[in-house]
């Protein structure tokens, strides 16, 4: 699960995720399919969301609007690796 804040919540929306990092680098595009293909998902910062005025009919499927509360739901007691940047 990846909780997208700020301008990453553009991340869920068509012809956004695209670009390399770096040279030999896969392409965007591919880390997005490849992630959603192992069963990845996206929750999507409701507030960065809806402040950028967006568009929730054409989001992922993978992606779903949800804050912190849903955020420690999917957490619960077990033990989680997170990281920001």
Known sequence: LMFLTKEAVRLVLPGHAVGVACECCPPLPSLVERFAAAGG??????????????????????????GTVQLWEWIGDRPVTTFSY
């Open 41 to 66: 998902r996206f929750l999507v910062c409701p507030i960065c969301f809806n402040s950028r005025q967006l568009d929730l009919g054409v989001v992922t499927a993978n992606a779903a609007l949800g």
